[in-house]
T-cell receptor
């Protein structure tokens, strides 16, 4: 079975500072991994995904994430935070060999300080 | 494509009443997911369909919840009878299926049971 743990339900960073949102996964088979963003009163929108190949994945809005198998991690980063990045971020995992249901972490709310 | 369409966007109902949430997935997508989002539990997968067939309903909380997908372009999630603890945002998502494909989310239905 797959599961995702996101460290920190709330993270605050200053505008212009580095954003780091942590995600660790558990999977009995090689995983596919996703980061989604949710703005208030909206559905979830895909930021980026890792399937195979390059372990550093670039997404929309300047975000990127690195798949580290040895650490079972898929942390999300952005070099310089912008006020518009304030939202809730979800890490998700799915299995590669079986059905493609997607399991989400509990989310991390990102606050940007002026 | 208009994306995943959910209706209604908001629903307020009295305890004991039947509630039906509706979803139209993206045309051509083979997988459909129903999720429930609450502050306490985060984003929970309730049920997952593939090619209109329920594959995994282990997340359905109890017999009061039921979901159907009579055809590839329509799904419903029904709660009968509804209870205050069912208050949440319910999301429908669809996916093209296949390994590593992401889910596309609707805007959600905010359900309040009073």
């Amino acid at each position: 079975a797959q599961s995702v743990t996101q460290l920190g339900s709330h993270v605050s960073v200053s505008e212009g500072a580095l954003v780091l949102l942590r995600c660790n996964y558990s999977s009995s088979v090689p995983p596919y991994l996703f980061w989604y963003v949710q703005y208030p009163n909206q559905g979830l929108q895909l930021l980026l995904k890792y399937t195979t190949g390059a372990t550093l994945v670039k997404g929309i809005n300047g975000f990127e994430a690195e798949f580290k198998k040895s650490e079972t991690s898929f942390h999300l980063t952005k070099p310089s935070a912008h006020m518009s990045d304030a939202a809730e971020y979800f890490c998700a995992v799915t299995a590669t060999y079986r059905d493609d249901k997607i399991i989400f972490g509990k989310g991390t709310r990102l606050h940007i300080l002026p | 494509d208009a994306g995943v369409i959910q209706s209604p966007r908001h629903e307020v109902t009295e305890m004991g009443q039947e509630v039906t949430l509706r979803c139209k997935p993206i045309s051509g997508h083979n997988s459909l997911f129903w999720y429930r989002q609450t502050m306490m539990r985060g984003l929970e997968l309730l049920i997952y369909f593939n090619n209109n067939v329920p594959i995994d309903d282990s997340g359905m909380p109890e017999d009061r919840f039921s979901a159907k997908m009579p055809n590839a372009s329509f799904s419903t999630l029904k709660i009968q009878p509804s209870e205050p603890r069912d208050s949440a945002v319910y999301f429908c998502a669809s996916s093209p299926s296949g390994r590593g494909t992401e889910a596309f989310f609707g805007q959600g239905t905010r359900l309040t049971v009073v």
